[in-house]
């Protein structure tokens, strides 16, 4: 395969696993944890660049030709590489935010044998058993759909045109992560940004107004009124905090 198709292919994997993966989030919140329409993710739009990665990570991995002789043996070295792999960028995609934006997207604090929030054991599990359905569920299934993409590349048309949204949403939903992280550093916290996005949506439907699904942060202005008024309620709990015990 061509250099350019190899970029293509991973360009294609990259927008199939990031929005099915944005699809199954909003499904499991609306279902199964907040019970409610919540748009998951850093981003603004239909768009989680964690499982694009871990999409074209795993399918990448799973063409590995390995040939221990052993054909149960080559799954299983094939099915812990990707599980490895997968829980390399959880880490590794969780450190960048909360090292360079003060931001924490996901929090593993409260399960056993967690490291920095970001990854633990459990989790860990499930990224294997996730590895394991691909190997066997679905790594014909997305080989086909590569196979198709190369043979009709006028699709490609289509994932220019995604690349093109995401970037631009990518943009917005940097500045935004500027003033979070400007209220963070001198608030000496860490946001978590989905905590943040619920509270926010709380406080609209508190107000009787709508909540914005494809926006949760409002515009610039509004967002900033809303940081503002955070910033002082944890001052003053910071204040509450540091006054002597005894004092009248």
Known sequence: MRFVDGLLVAAFLFFVGSVGGWCLEVLY????????????????GPCLPLYGFGVAGLF?????PL???YAWLDALLLILI??????LIEYIAGLI????????LWDYSNRWGNIQGIVCPLFSFLWLLVSAGFYFLMAKPVLDAVVW?????????VVGVFFGVFFVDLGHSLRLAVRIKTFAEESGIVIRYEKLK????EKKEEAKEKARFLFPLEKFAEFKKDLAAAKEKFAARKATKKEPHGKE
């Open 29 to 44: 919140r609306r279902f199964f944890s907040a019970k409610k329409w919540i748009n998951p993710g850093f981003l603004t």
């Open 60 to 64: 990448g991995i799973s063409r590995i």
């Open 67 to 69: 040939d221990t002789g």
């Open 82 to 87: 990707m599980g490895v792999t997968m829980t």
């Open 97 to 104: 935010f909360i090292k360079g934006m003060k931001i924490k």
């Open 149 to 157: 993409f190369v043979s009709n590349l006028e699709f490609a048309f």
């Open 198 to 201: 619920e509270t926010l949506r």
